[in-house]
């Protein structure tokens, strides 16, 4: 039996939980990832004893020592998922193992210990369970975000031989500002998000750091995202900042760039699934911005959206780069964008029968 299956979590209930919780249903626009559950999840790693110490406890600060190393060489992983209360009143993960498979694959790309799913999935299902009355009702739901950084105090270039894997909780709403209204996206012709070979396909924190100036840039144009272009030809639209991206064709069918150096959106892959399950064809392709330009203009192109865990599916109803302007469906959500989004929001919150196995109860609460 792999020592990870006697961790036992330790709980410790947070002797000043906040007033927050229970006015929940009263917040209109909790926006995103301002308001915290009361509690944490947490498990240390250490190179002698490997994962151990797991407990959930009240919400607070870590004391960091100045040497840590994630201090130095962001040696850091990250994951987000949600919990959602769906229709039957039944507190719901979605495809949790899926968040518990990437954030090995990203440990490994980063040189980091590997948590057992079992641990990752005890720690949020037990964290969630404490919080319950944190999950918002109507369209808000709890945003989870697992974390691994390295905590070992040395200067040296080396993977670290200490780890803190934390999960906290977030209650939130919509994660752009105009709720379900199109968004409009700025292009980056000046920065790039991954190369061959790099970590764009991980979910480590020095991705989104190296995302922030072109997300500035993408703010100064009235922008909620940057799509970011390939970094070898900058031609070929790769996601976003933190979102993959799907393009609607004339004949129905849906174009989405390959897998390589984005991200591997869990989002992503439902919507393949659910879209050809609706009879659409699916084309995992490379796509240029010439040839979304040209498609643009000769109606091809009918629709684009981003989707990911935080954004879920919003229309992208404008694109904007240096010297110019796409328009997108008319600069609105269009109608096969609102379809997928309704089938995926209605699995996701058991208002439509889950045929894939994607919906993961949490027991008791
Ligand atoms: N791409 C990036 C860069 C992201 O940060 C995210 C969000 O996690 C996604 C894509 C979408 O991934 P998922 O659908 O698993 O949330
Ligand atoms: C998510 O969708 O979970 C992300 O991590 C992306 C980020 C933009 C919040």
């Known amino acids: 039996m792999p020592e990870h299956t006697a961790l036992v979590f330790k709980t410790s209930a947070n002797p000043n939980p906040l007033p927050e919780a229970s006015r929940l249903a009263a917040f209109q626009d909790l926006g995103f990832g301002t308001l915290f559950s009361d509690h944490m999840a947490v498990v240390r790693w250490s190179a002698e004893t490997g994962w151990h ?83 918002p009702g109507g369209d808000g739901s709890l945003y ?22 934390c999960v906290i909780a977030s209650p939130v709403g919509p994660y752009f500002k105009g709720g379900e209204k199109a968004v409009s996206i700025w292009v980056s012709e000046q920065y790039t998000r991954a190369a061959k070979g790099g970590t764009g396909e991980a979910k480590c924190g020095g991705n ?87 498609d643009t203009a000769s109606g091809k192109l009918r629709e684009a959206f981003a989707c ?16 110019g302007e796409l328009v997108i469906s008319g600069g609105q959500t269009g109608a096969v964008t609102r379809d997928l989004r309704s089938r995926l929001v209605g699995i996701q919150r058991g208002q439509i029968a889950d045929g894939y196995g994607w919906v993961h109860p949490i027991a008791g609460i």
């Not at 190393?69 to 987000?80: D, M, S």
Request: glycine share 8%; net charge negative.
């Open 53 to 135: 110490s797991a407990e959930i406890t009240a919400r607070g600060p870590f004391a960091i020592d100045p040497a840590s190393a994630v201090l130095h060489y962001g040696q850091e992983i990250f994951e987000g998922m949600k919990a959602y209360r769906a229709a039957d009143g039944q507190a719901v993960l979605f495809r949790p193992e899926e968040n518990a498979k990437r954030f090995n694959a990203s440990a490994r790309r980063m040189a980091m210990p590997e948590l057992p799913t079992d641990v990752f999935i005890a720690a949020v299902e037990q964290l969630v369970t404490m919080d319950a009355k944190w999950i």
């Open 144 to 165: 989870i975000r697992p974390f691994m950084f390295a905590n070992e105090v040395f200067l040296g270039v080396r993977p670290s031989r200490e780890y803190i894997f």
């Open 308 to 323: 990911g865990t935080a954004a879920v599916i919003a229309g992208i109803g404008t694109v904007k780069f240096n010297g």
């Open 208 to 294: 989104y750091a190296g995302s922030l100036a072109a997300q500035a840039e993408a703010t100064e144009h009235g922008c909620a995202q940057v799509i970011y272009l390939d970094a070898a030809e900058r031609k070929w639209i790769e996601e976003l900042g933190g979102m993959n991206v799907f393009f609607v064709m004339e004949d129905g069918s849906l174009v989405t760039p390959p897998l390589g150096t984005i991200l591997p959106g869990i989002t992503r892959n439902a919507v393949i699934t659910l879209a050809k399950a609706a009879g659409l064809t699916v084309h995992e392709r490379p796509y240029s911005f010439d040839e979304m330009k040209a």
